[in-house]
């Protein structure tokens, strides 16, 4: 395994075991549950695709932004934003895609949640969730920090950059429950 790759695992794991309990406890199935988990998804990247710059062809949150706006949208609820927005001091690009493009293989787990449901609205909001099993750019990342090499001070910036992203999604779930999205209307889920 690759040395930073080891290093990060390591070094968040204790950030990205809080994140999973946290995100795991949303049903999938229902739209509640998947409502409330795209509005994580889309709050964090939404703040954290704008501090990334460069190193394109590792990355595809503006996609994915794209794709949790439309899911937003399908059912029914507000695209969300900040009540108070995270610090926006520039982070390492690589610590930031770590975690973003290793997050397509958490959903990869939770898809199978979101298959099981019988909620047409559910089914309807599909994007994120479906392209979340496509781990192309996860292996791109790999590839990329194997052909690489980083001075302890890069990697311990990349190491900041990661635990920061865990830390974003983490203030995102955070804001959910004190908005208290679950009180929101919803309008129509699918309109064909």
């Known amino acids: 395994m690759n040395t930073l790759r080891h290093v990060l695992r390591e070094e968040t794991s204790a950030a990205h075991t809080q994140l999973d309990q946290a995100l795991i406890s949303y049903d999938l199935s229902r739209k509640d549950g998947l409502t409330k988990y795209l509005t994580i998804h889309h709050l964090a990247r939404q703040h954290l695709t704008k501090m990334l710059s460069g190193l394109e062809d590792l990355r595809d949150d503006t996609a994915r932004l794209e794709d949790l706006s439309m899911d937003l949208s399908v059912l029914g609820a507000p695209l969300p934003s900040w009540i108070i927005p995270p610090d926006k001091t ?60 980083f001075s302890s001070e890069e990697t311990e910036d990349i190491i900041s950059a990661a635990n920061y992203c865990f830390a974003v999604f983490e203030a995102a779930n955070n804001q959910l429950k004190v908005k208290a999205y679950d009180r929101l209307p919803f309008g129509d889920a699918c309109s064909n």
């Open 90 to 149: 520039p982070k390492h690009p690589l610590g930031l895609i770590y975690v973003m493009a290793g997050s397509s293989l958490g959903s990869k787990i939770l898809y199978k949640n979101w298959e099981s449901s019988i909620d047409s609205s559910v089914k309807c909001a599909n994007r994120f969730v479906t392209n979340a099993k496509n781990n192309d750019i996860w292996r791109r990342f790999l590839a990329y920090i194997e052909r690489n090499e």
